[in-house]
């Protein structure tokens, strides 16, 4: 059974940082691997997803890596703004032989960009 | 125009009453989720649901039951409710496959 796990649960930095937030899961039987925001009270946003095949994929400031063989996938944050402050959650879609594409969460990233 | 919209936004019940929530998209996708979010914020997939197959996360109880009328739409409804079913229930979409997923903005059920 598939276990994403994200590491801090909770990190605080100051404006203009660069930063990483992990995740790790315990098979790495997956189609792919995906990165989402989750503002309080809000549903959530999609921001990379990396296919089963890729190694890294990028959109504006966000840079997402994958290795599958490690477990492991980054999500990078490059000069981080007050407005990124949100939760960052981790999902993958293990294989299932049953034709279903159902995300496997982690407990998610609290990030805090302080002004 | 929003892609994946949920009704209502938040829902406060009596313990035993019989709910739904409704879910629609506008994306034209073939598949779509519902997941809980529980009160320390963890997110699990209940169902997820084509025009070919439904398939249900083992752990959900009976109690729940997804239903589509139509492609755009996937409501659930939930029969008996308890005081562990106050959660946030989203919604989600997705075109083909492993493709990403589209969240709904949620619904906040509150069982009293």
């Known amino acids: 059974k598939q276990e994403v796990t994200q590491i801090p649960a909770a990190l605080s930095v100051p404006e203009g940082e660069n930063l990483v937030l992990n995740c790790s899961f315990t098979?790495?039987?997956?189609?792919?691997l995906q990165w989402f925001r989750q503002d309080p009270g809000k549903g959530l946003t999609s921001l990379l997803l990396?296919?089963?095949?890729?190694r890294e994929q990028t959109s504006g400031r966000l840079n997402a890596s994958l290795d599958k063989s490690s477990g492991r996938s980054t999500l990078y944050i490059a000069a981080s703004q007050p407005g990124d402050s949100a939760t960052y959650l981790c999902?993958?879609?293990?294989?299932?032989?049953?034709?279903?594409?159902?995300?496997?969460f982690g407990k998610g990233t609290k990030l805090s960009v302080i002004p | 125009d929003t892609a994946v919209s949920q009704t209502p936004k938040y829902l406060v019940t009596q313990m035993g009453n019989d709910k739904s929530i409704k879910c629609e998209q506008n994306?034209?996708?073939?598949?779509m989720y519902w997941y809980k979010q529980d009160s320390k914020k963890f997110l699990k997939i209940m169902f997820s649901?084509?025009?070919?197959?439904?398939?249900i996360n083992e752990t959900v109880p009976n109690r729940f039951s997804p239903k589509s009328p139509d492609k755009a739409h996937l409501n659930l409804h939930i029969n008996s409710l308890e005081l562990g079913d106050s959660a946030v229930y989203f919604c989600?979409?997705?075109?083909?496959?492993?493709?990403?997923?589209?969240f709904g903005p949620g619904t906040r059920l509150t069982v009293l």
């Open positions: 989600a979409s997705s075109g083909q496959g492993s493709d990403t997923q589209y």
């Open positions: 098979d790495s039987a997956i189609y792919n």
């Open positions: 990396i296919q089963s095949s890729q």
């Open positions: 999902a993958a879609i293990p294989y299932s032989g049953a034709g279903s594409y159902q995300l496997t």
């Open positions: 994306l034209g996708h073939d598949t």
């Open positions: 649901y084509n025009n070919k197959e439904l398939i």
